[in-house]
């Protein structure tokens, strides 16, 4: 009887009307505290990312020089970018050739240098910060010394050839045949490092235990790569398959220092095309609508790959 009345005077507290308990009080300060940690990365977020966003949905409405007010053409700016541009659609074609010669192949180069680097070799260390160098060696720079190496005359590449008995070796980023395959040679180049080493990641993940077994079953190299390795790292190869398609669709810098978007249009693409119209031209409205017409596309593929991925990536 004594233990029952002593409970009952213990709930009754939080039983009256009215009255909020201690914990309670203590977890709404606590969420409050961890509200004001993260205010000011959600106020940059608003400000910096939201708030441009939303401005440039508004600005592809408007036809404004910077210099004069804007002036609102309604939808005029995406039926001129979508039915009265040629150039447009040479510009996507070149971003989208970019896309469809760089992410597969340096996905599976990625994929194959991860499985070889995740041996147990002398001087392994090494090689992995070796093949990961380009990816934090500044854009620029890297820019500049693939502009070095595709100079036609005196450039590394054309010098390798006329050494081993090229007479007229391309020339390069001069050529409106080659300068895109040299774009996308730079770009798997810059991005390979970066994918190696999330797929050493999923790698490293895989039991042991279960090459071991399969090993001990006759089971050949090939055969433990496609019924192991493969579905296994397929969540990896299907984030890195999403973030490279959304990169690729988003180079600037090296045709912007490579290439200015030439020879002609050759390797302009839809960034460096957004650039032209925004800071060259100063059509700032036609820019966001071009910007906008980009957003959709990467939207789109990326909901394409996230629905087809049911099809493919194994995460049990």
């Known amino acids: 009887m004594r233990s029952e009345a002593l409970t009952r005077r213990a709930e009754a507290p939080h039983s009256q009307p009215g009255s909020v308990p201690m914990l309670t009080r203590w977890r709404r300060r606590y969420d409050l505290d961890g509200y004001l940690f993260l205010a000011p990365d959600l106020l940059g977020t608003l400000v910096f990312a939201v708030g441009p966003v939303v401005a440039a949905l508004g600005l592809g409405l408007f036809a404004w020089d910077v210099l004069t007010p804007p002036r609102f053409v309604g939808l005029a700016n995406y039926r001129q970018l979508l039915f009265d541009d040629p150039v447009f659609r ?5 971003t989208t050739a970019y896309v469809l010669g760089t992410v597969p192949l340096r996905t599976l180069l990625a994929l194959l240098l991860a499985i070889a680097l995740n041996q147990q070799i002398r001087g392994l260390s090494w090689f992995r910060a070796a093949f990961f160098l380009p990816t934090i060696t500044s854009a620029v720079a890297a820019a500049v010394v693939w502009r070095w190496i595709y100079e036609p005359n005196f450039g590394l590449l054309n010098s390798v050839l006329y050494a081993i008995g090229v007479d007229h070796p391309p020339t390069w ?13 730079l770009g798997i180049w810059q991005g390979l490092g970066f994918q190696m080493v999330i797929f050493l990641a999923g790698l490293q993940a895989i039991p042991s235990h279960l090459y071991e077994a399969a090993a001990i079953d006759g089971a050949t ?18 984030f890195v ?14 045709a912007f220092i490579l290439t200015e978007g030439g020879p002609g249009y050759a390797t302009t693409t839809l960034v460096y095309y957004i650039y032209n119209f925004a800071f060259q031209f100063f059509k700032m409205g036609y820019a ?18 996230f629905r087809l991925q049911a099809r493919w990536v194994h995460y049990d």
């Open 288 to 305: 966001a609508a071009i910007a906008w017409v980009l957003f959709a596309i990467i939207f789109v593929l990326t909901v394409l790959q």
């Open 173 to 185: 980023i001069s050529s409106a045949t080659w300068a895109m395959p040299s774009l996308i040679l």
């Open 221 to 238: 190299w090939w055969a433990r790569f496609r019924y192991i390795t493969v579905p296994l790292i397929s969540p990896t190869t299907f």
């Open 241 to 254: 398959l999403v973030i490279s398609v959304i990169g690729s669709y988003q180079v600037f810098d090296q």
């Open 90 to 94: 040479q510009v996507l074609l070149n």
